[in-house]
T-cell receptor
């Protein structure tokens, strides 16, 4: 699985959009980009995933660059409950049966 | 529907003892994975079971083992506990070993403290 690089921490004001970047310059054609988050003392929670196209669900939007070497997770209206560690993971769903977590980005949402 | 259930939630053991942790996946999910989370090493994959067979294994010593039952429930065992085994142990379930389109669903974990 390709490695990812994320900033260690970010702050966001409540109600504003949180944009979390991720670099995955060695991503291969079969690898998807997955985002999970982990709220303190809980298990990781699936947020969204994508291959090439931008994706949106009820939780977030995922923007993947055309060359697929980086992506951005967007939480459109961050709340205090979005404070968590966010993990960007690339995975070949055709072969890999595990998730390789990096160090993630600690997002702090403040009033 | 019920989520992934891990028991016990907290556990304190003494060095040298052994411990068994349990995981009940989401109904209908047949794949169960285990992860260890420590402050120093982060989240690391232990192993995955599907249809009662271990399909993938991480880089952990043989003291760490697991099994899966016919109802898809899984247990992991750690023998001869060391202080460094203190961690949050997380279980994740999915329909298939490849995680399905929606990835994996994690439980809340078992917090193991070795003293």
């Amino acid at each position: 699985d390709a490695k990812t690089t994320q900033p260690p921490s970010m702050d966001c004001a409540e109600g504003r959009a949180a944009n979390l970047p991720c670099n995955h310059s060695t991503i291969s054609g079969n690898e998807y980009v997955y985002w999970y988050r982990q709220i303190h003392s809980q298990g990781p929670q699936y947020i969204i995933h994508g291959l090439k196209n931008n994706e949106t669900n009820e939780m977030a939007s995922l923007i993947i660059t055309e060359d697929r070497k980086s992506s951005t997770l967007i939480l459109p209206h961050a709340t205090l409950r979005d404070t968590a560690v966010y993990y960007c993971i690339v995975r070949d769903t055709g072969t890999a049966s595990k998730l390789t977590f990096g160090t993630g980005t600690r997002l702090q949402v403040t009033l | 529907k019920a989520g992934v259930t891990q028991t016990p939630r907290y556990l304190i053991k003494t060095r040298g003892q052994q411990v068994t942790l349990s995981c009940s996946p989401i109904s209908g999910h047949r794949s169960v994975s285990w992860y260890q989370q420590t402050p120093g090493q982060g989240l690391q994959f232990l192993f995955e079971y599907f249809s009662e067979t271990q399909r993938n294994k991480g880089n952990f010593p043989g003291r760490f083992s697991g099994r899966q039952f016919s109802n898809s429930r899984s247990e992991m065992n750690v023998s001869t506990l060391e202080l460094g085994d203190s961690a949050l142990y997380l279980c994740a379930s999915s329909l298939t070993p490849k995680g399905s389109n929606y990835g994996y669903t994690f439980g809340s974990g078992t917090r193991l403290t070795v003293v």
